[in-house]
C-alpha cells in the first residue's frame, strides 16, 4: 500500500459493526458481514464509494451496557462479531482492496465485568485495586464529591460497593468503571492493548473520550457550573493536564510502527482548547475530531464561521478533522431536515462540504444513501441515552431485514428502508450514493480538495463559498443554504469570467462551461467549479 500521510486526505468511514451486515441470520451484525460488504465501500473503481479506511466501533467481548463501550477483554472478539481469525480476515480483505483499518481504543474505563474490576472490587488491599478510582464515603455516606456522570439519566458517577464499603468512580454508566491512569501498571497494560491490535495489522486507532483519562488525582469538586457549560480549564473530572503526557506515551508507542495514526474522541467544543490535543511539538494526537459541525444549525453563515474559528487556532501542521453523524448523535439527515424537497437537497449540500473542505472527512454508515434516523418504539429503547434510531440497521435493500439481515433485526429497521436503500440508489445516476461516490472519486483525484489551501469568497448571505487551490489547480465550491435561488457575484471577487461546472448537487445540472459573473445557483443547490 502507498504510505504517506493518508490520514490527511483520505475518506474515513465509520462502522457501528452491530449495524452493517448480519451474515448469520442472528440479527446481529458481524465481522464476516463487514466482509461482505468491503466492496461497497472501495472495490477499486467508481462504481464503489471509494473511502481510504474504516473505523470499527467496538466489537470487543462486551456485556453491552453501552454496546461495547464497556469491555470486559480488550484482546479478544466478541461472540456476536466472530472471531480473531474474522478479524484477521477481515484486516487481509480491507487492505488488499487499500482500505486501512482503525480500531476504537477505550482507555478511560473497562466493564464491571473485566477481570481487572472483579479483582480490584474483591479487596481494598488486593493487588489490582489502585488500578481503578476508589474512595471512602463522606462522614454522612455521601459520594466523594460533586461530579457528574456524562449520562445525565446516571446522575450521581460513584457507586457505592457494599463488599469493600468504598465508592468507584464511572464517568459514564455504573457497569464502566474508571481506570486509574495515574497508576504506572495501567499505562503498562493499555500499552500492550495498542501493541496487540499494531501486530496484528491494524493502521490506527479512534480513541474514546480521550480528554477524560486523566483528572484531579485529589478528586476536589468542580466549581458550580455556570449556565452556559463550564469555561475551559476549569473542570476537574476531565481535560487534566496529565491527559498529554498520556497522549504522547501513546503517541511513541504507535511511532514505533510504520504508518499508523490516531484520531481522538475529545468533547471539547473550545477551539482553542481542542487543538492542544495534537500536543505543542504535534507530537499527541494526529487527528481529534471537531464536534462543532455536530450542533451547528443549518446555515452558512454558521458552518463558515465554524469553519474559519477552528482554521484560526490551528498550530502550524496540524490538520482539520470533519464530520456530521455518528452514533452518538441524530444523523444529519435527519437534524437538518426542513421538510419537502428541502431536506434531501439539504443533504446533499451537506455532503459536498464535507468532501470538499480542507481536513479528513468521516463518513457514519448509511450517510451516503441519506439514511435517516429510525423509529425506534419505548418498548425497542436499548440505550440510555437515547442513542438508538442513529444505529438502526444499515439499509441495503427494501426487503423486510432491509438486506441487513435474514432474520429479526436487534434494533428495528427503519421505515425509510423500503425506499431509501442502496439498492435503489446503486444504479441511479441522481441517488444521494451516486453524489457522494462522485464526491469521493473526484476528491481522490484533486490535490486541490485534498491537500490545497483555503480561502472563503463572499459573504452573500446563505451562500458558503470557498476556493481551494494547490499548483495549478483552482477549485470554487459554492453552497447555498437556502431554499431559494442564489448568485455569487464574481466579479466584485476577482474571480474569472468563465469556469468549468464540475459537479453539482443537482443532478439535473451536466457538468460544462459555465458563466461566473455572476454563478447562479438553485435552492439548495452546490456546486464545484474548475476556475
Ligand atoms: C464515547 C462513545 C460513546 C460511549 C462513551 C463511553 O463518547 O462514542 O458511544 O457511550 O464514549 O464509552
Ligand atoms: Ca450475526
Given at each position: 500500500?502507498?504510505?504517506?500521510?493518508?490520514?490527511?486526505?483520505?475518506?474515513?468511514?465509520q462502522i457501528y459493526p452491530r449495524s452493517f451486515q448480519d451474515s448469520n441470520g442472528d440479527g446481529i451484525g458481524d465481522l464476516p458481514g463487514i466482509i461482505s460488504r468491503l466492496d461497497h465501500l472501495n472495490d477499486g473503481t467508481p462504481d464503489s464509494l471509494g473511502v481510504d479506511a474504516i473505523w470499527l466501533s467496538p466489537f470487543y467481548p462486551s456485556p453491552m451496557a453501552d454496546f461495547g463501550y464497556d469491555v470486559s477483554d480488550y484482546c479478544d472478539v466478541h461472540p456476536d462479531y466472530g472471531t480473531l481469525a474474522d478479524f484477521d480476515e477481515l484486516v487481509r480483505q480491507a487492505h488488499r482492496r487499500g482500505i486501512r483499518v482503525l480500531v476504537d481504543f477505550v482507555p478511560n474505563h473497562t466493564s464491571d465485568q473485566h477481570p481487572w474490576f472483579r479483582e480490584s472490587r474483591s479487596s481494598r488491599t488486593g493487588p489490582r485495586r489502585g488500578w481503578y478510582v476508589w474512595r471512602d464515603p463522606g462522614a454522612d455516606g455521601?459520594?466523594?464529591?460533586?461530579?457528574?456522570?456524562?449520562?445525565?439519566?446516571?446522575?450521581?458517577?460513584?457507586?457505592?460497593d457494599p463488599a469493600t464499603g468504598q465508592y468507584y468512580l464511572h464517568s459514564f454508566l455504573p457497569q464502566q468503571p474508571d481506570l486509574n491512569w495515574w497508576n504506572p501498571e495501567v499505562r503498562a497494560a493499555m500499552h500492550d492493548v495498542l501493541r496487540f491490535w499494531l501486530e496484528r495489522g491494524v493502521d490506527g486507532f479512534r480513541i474514546d473520550v480521550a480528554h477524560k483519562m486523566a483528572r484531579d488525582p485529589e478528586l476536589r469538586d468542580n466549581p458550580p457550573e455556570p449556565s452556559g457549560g463550564f469555561p475551559a480549564g476549569v473542570r476537574r473530572d476531565e481535560d487534566w493536564p496529565e491527559v498529554h503526557v498520556i497522549l504522547r506515551e501513546f503517541r511513541r508507542l504507535l511511532d514505533g510502527y510504520d504508518d499508523r495514526m490516531a484520531v481522538g474522541e475529545v468533547g471539547i467544543y473550545d477551539?482553542?482548547?481542542?487543538?492542544?490535543?495534537?500536543?505543542?511539538a504535534l507530537d499527541e494526537l494526529h487527528l481529534a475530531f471537531n464536534f462543532a459541525f455536530l450542533v451547528q444549525p443549518w446555515s452558512a453563515e454558521a458552518f463558515r464561521a465554524s469553519?474559519?474559528?477552528?482554521?484560526?487556532?490551528?498550530?502550524?501542521?496540524?490538520?482539520?478533522?470533519?464530520?456530521?453523524?455518528?452514533?452518538?448523535n441524530?444523523?444529519?439527515?435527519?437534524?437538518?431536515?426542513?421538510?419537502?424537497?428541502?431536506?434531501?437537497?439539504?443533504?446533499?449540500?451537506?455532503?459536498m462540504m464535507l468532501l470538499t473542505l480542507r481536513g479528513t472527512p468521516f463518513l457514519y454508515y448509511g450517510e451516503e444513501i441519506g439514511q435517516p434516523d429510525g423509529e425506534v418504539p419505548p418498548d425497542r429503547v436499548v440505550d440510555v441515552h437515547g442513542r438508538d434510531p442513529e444505529r438502526t440497521p444499515m439499509q441495503?435493500?427494501?426487503?423486510p431485514g432491509a438486506g441487513f439481515t435474514g432474520g429479526d433485526p436487534w434494533m428495528p429497521v427503519g421505515s425509510a428502508a423500503r425506499s431509501v436503500n442502496v439498492a435503489a440508489q446503486r444504479a441511479d445516476p441522481a441517488s444521494i450514493l451516486s453524489l457522494y461516490r462522485r464526491l469521493i472519486w473526484y476528491r481522490r483525484s484533486s490535490a486541490?480538495?485534498?491537500?490545497?489551501?483555503?480561502?472563503?469568497?463572499?459573504?452573500?448571505?446563505?451562500?458558503?463559498a470557498f476556493v481551494r487551490e494547490c499548483g495549478e489547480e483552482r477549485l470554487l465550491v459554492a453552497l447555498n443554504f437556502r431554499d431559494e435561488p442564489a448568485h455569487l457575484d464574481g466579479s466584485s471577487l476577482g474571480l474569472p469570467h468563465r469556469g468549468r461546472l464540475e459537479l453539482s448537487t443537482d443532478p439535473d445540472r451536466a457538468p460544462g462551461a459555465i458563466g461566473i459573473q455572476p454563478l447562479r445557483l438553485g435552492p439548495d443547490e452546490g456546486v464545484i467549479v474548475r476556475l
Open positions: 500500500m502507498a504510505t504517506g500521510d493518508w490520514w490527511r486526505h483520505g475518506v474515513i468511514y455521601s459520594p466523594p464529591n460533586n461530579w457528574r456522570s456524562y449520562f445525565p439519566a446516571v446522575g450521581v458517577p460513584w457507586t457505592l477551539p482553542a482548547r481542542l487543538v492542544r490535543y495534537f500536543g505543542d469553519v474559519e474559528r477552528y482554521q484560526s487556532v490551528l498550530p502550524e501542521g496540524a490538520w482539520p478533522v470533519y464530520t456530521l453523524s455518528n452514533h452518538d441524530p444523523r444529519a439527515r435527519s437534524r437538518y431536515d426542513g421538510g419537502g424537497a428541502s431536506g434531501e437537497r439539504r443533504t446533499r449540500v451537506g455532503a441495503w435493500d427494501g426487503g486541490a480538495l485534498r491537500w490545497g489551501s483555503y480561502e472563503s469568497v463572499g459573504r452573500t448571505p446563505g451562500l458558503f
